[in-house]
């Protein structure tokens, strides 16, 4: 008699995202129990003007510069659509993939506006795919500098030292020269993967892509360490909002809406008094993920407009 195996990783995959979930809704309660929240809103008020002017436009240039991920797979596929649409619907999809997840942003997006714009599904399916890519590429990269050269120095409390993150970062540099050493020197630049074609970057464009990515990544991590105002040096606030960033992709909560600031709180609470990291990490999602995605919804609502009137003049 022969027994089927049953695939064991789906469960605990699974199992590992509600424990870590759980964890952080422990970490937040807890948190939020002993919370001065009047001294929080106190916070939130206090931040000078210019230092709300200086977070709006790293934003803004964080997402401007997000936007250009999508010139590479303009690039990459050889699509003729112009710069500028292809800059917006870049734009567009990230802010939605920001507030509301991946699957309705990222991929949901893209593939609506780059099919009403003529796009057929293969092309759409490898510049999302090569978009990822290189968005995850700038991540490693840096990741990988941060952990190694300037490790976070983790709570006292903690039974773990920077030791383990500087391996870490060992690793993700060595991953990062691994994929540059692919795209350089690989004989074979094409490679078959569920019907779809997957063709390796040349080493020039995976240089494209790792100077763009990580300098939206570097914008990203300014906005907050321009709210801490100096209270941790911006290696530190890079490594926080790094780990936030994996931490948010785990758990699968749109906009990381909670586990930003578990994250924040859990790593640099021994070093900044809580109502003031709360006020900080409050206007942060103010000025990178809720006016954003006011300006994606405008764009977004413009194109549709601008859809439905040729389809009526057709």
């Not at 795209?183 to 494209?208: N, Q, Y």
């Not at 699968?252 to 909670?258: Q, S, Y």
């Not at 954003?292 to 764009?299: C, F, H, K, Q, Y």
Request: aromatic share 12%; glycine share 8%.
């Amino acid at each position: 008699m022969k027994f089927t195996a049953r695939p064991w990783w789906p469960w605990a995959k699974r199992a590992l995202v509600a424990a870590f979930f759980l964890a952080v809704t422990y970490l937040l309660v807890r948190y939020a129990r002993g919370v001065d929240w009047g001294e929080v809103k106190a916070s939130l008020l206090e931040l000078p003007r210019s230092v709300l002017v200086q977070a709006m436009l790293l934003a803004a240039a964080s997402h401007v510069v997000y936007s250009l991920l999508d010139l590479v797979g303009r690039y990459y596929t050889g699509h003729r659509l112009g710069k500028r649409k292809t800059m917006q619907v870049s734009y567009i999809s990230y802010a939605f993939n920001l507030n509301l997840g991946s699957l309705v942003g990222g991929v949901g997006f893209r593939y609506r506006l780059y099919s009403r714009l003529g796009l057929g599904y293969g092309q759409i399916t490898r510049i999302l795919t090569l978009s990822m890519i290189t968005n995850w590429l700038g991540y490693i990269l840096l990741a990988g500098l941060v952990f190694t050269i300037a490790p976070l120095q983790l709570p006292p409390n903690w039974k773990l030292d920077s030791e383990g993150l500087r391996l870490l970062g060992v690793a993700l540099l060595g991953a990062c020269f691994g994929y540059l050493l692919l795209c350089g020197i690989s004989k074979k630049r094409s490679w078959t993967v569920r019907g779809h074609d997957i063709e390796l970057p040349t080493l020039r464009m995976a240089f494209g892509q790792l100077g763009i990515s990580s300098t939206h990544w570097i914008f990203m991590s300014a906005v907050p360490w321009v709210l801490l105002q100096g209270q941790v040096d911006f290696p530190t606030a890079m490594s926080v909002l790094l780990i936030a960033a994996i931490a948010g992709v785990i758990v699968h909560i749109p906009a990381g809406l909670g586990v930003v600031e578990a994250v924040f709180i859990a790593l640099l609470s021994h070093r900044i008094p809580e109502h003031q990291l709360l006020g900080a990490l409050l206007a942060y999602r103010a000025v990178f993920y809720v006016a954003p995605l006011i300006v994606g919804a405008l764009m977004y609502l413009k194109v549709e407009v601008r859809a439905r009137k040729q389809v009526a003049a057709a």
